[in-house]
């Protein structure tokens, strides 16, 4: 059984940080592409921030210079550092993976990131 936990969330003051985790189970963690994506209601889920086998990372532009994402493949969790967070940044917050080479993905639950005006 393929189980993605994300864990971090909560509320944050503008200009605070929030560091976010992404716990799997059932894969070969290694393998696997992982990414951090979110949605607000009313908007489309958006790509975050993603990191390839390679340790390779990408961000949206809207985050760039502000998060980082990083993987321990020891621990088989994917973290997002959140900095100079905005009022913008509330969001359901999902963790994603893939399977390098193969079309195989799963979705955790999500976790509520709330930064208030």
């Known amino acids: 059984q393929v189980q993605l936990v994300e864990s971090g969330g909560g509320l944050v003051q503008v200009g605070g940080s929030l560091r976010l985790s992404c716990a799997a189970s059932?894969?070969?963690?290694?393998?696997?592409?992982m990414a951090w994506y979110r949605q607000v209601p009313g908007k489309q889920r958006e790509l975050v921030a993603r990191i390839a086998t390679d340790g390779t990372t990408t961000y949206a532009d809207s985050v760039k210079d502000r998060f980082s994402m990083s993987r321990d493949n020891a621990k088989n969790t994917v973290y997002l550092q959140m900095n100079s967070l905005n009022t913008e940044d509330t969001a359901v917050y999902y963790c994603?993976?893939?399977?390098?080479?193969?079309?195989?993905?799963?979705w955790g639950q999500g976790t509520q990131v709330t930064v208030p005006s």
């Open positions: 994603h993976c893939r399977r390098f080479r193969l079309t195989r993905e799963y």
């Open positions: 059932g894969i070969n963690f290694s393998l696997n592409i």
